[in-house]
């Protein structure tokens, strides 16, 4: 099934588009291994303008625990790890659980970059605005842009994944949501993207997102999932939740 928008096949090839549509249960999750303890995630930094509400873990490395910036000991819910001595009074100094998380961030991220047979490529050349995504495998050379909303439905299925294949930017406008339907849940959703992923103010954003370079989450954006960057990470009065295993 290549090129097509799933939501808007005319109901004469409804019965095709059930055969051609990726199957429940087809597609294997992301493993994260240990990096699915974190919610945030970074080799190179996490910067905050206060305040944000994070739930989960946080961590860098291997760059010192200097670069985690603006983060008040209210903020995490969680603990905030680094490599060394250094960073907020309330650190936890672990070096080598980070060294492990970030090795497994890295292989998560090969995971699902070299998964094969997409059953999507280039859809709507990028601009997924408005569409409604069955699960499945999907795959673009071109920037993808959410400018106001887009709804992944699993039809019922509760362990259904998506793996976006982006070769460029992720985009996603101010206010705009990615909103969940038919018992899709977050742990189940991989944004893997090649260059910057950026969340516009306001917006709800729902996934993990495993980022080449650096994720970009703008002044009230929240995110149901995991910001995994292996650049740096800047938040601006975000609220951020890892999702249940």
Not at 143 to 162: E, F, H, K, S
């Amino acid at each position: 099934m290549k090129n097509i928008k799933l939501n808007s096949l005319p109901l004469i090839a409804g019965f095709a588009a059930l055969l051609c549509a990726p199957a429940f249960g087809s597609l294997a999750p992301v493993d994260l291994r240990s990096a699915g303890n974190f919610v945030i995630l970074s080799k190179s930094g996490i910067t905050d303008v206060p305040a944000s509400a994070i739930i989960g873990n946080i961590g860098t490395s291997p760059i010192t625990g200097a670069a985690i910036t603006g983060i008040g000991r209210g903020e995490v819910s969680g603990q905030v790890y680094t490599v060394d001595a250094a960073g907020p009074a309330f650190r936890v100094k672990a070096p080598t659980l980070l060294t492990a998380a970030i090795l497994d961030m890295e292989t998560a991220y090969t995971d699902a970059a070299g998964r094969i047979l997409p059953d999507v490529t280039e859809l709507g050349a990028g601009n997924v605005d408005g569409m409604t995504l069955s699960p499945g495998l999907y795959k673009w050379s071109t920037p993808v842009l959410i400018p106001t909303r887009v709804t992944l439905d699993a039809q019922g299925n509760p362990n259904a994944v998506w793996i976006f294949q982006i070769a460029q930017t992720l985009h996603v406008g101010n206010g705009a949501i990615v909103t969940l339907s038919g018992g899709a849940q977050a742990k189940n959703i991989f944004w893997q993207v090649a260059g910057q992923t950026t969340l516009g103010t306001t917006s709800d954003f729902k996934g993990n997102i495993l980022c080449k370079t650096a994720i970009a989450m703008q002044t009230g954006a929240s995110l149901d999932g995991r910001a995994m960057a292996q650049t740096a990470v800047t938040l601006q009065m975000n609220d951020i939740t890892q999702p249940a295993n």
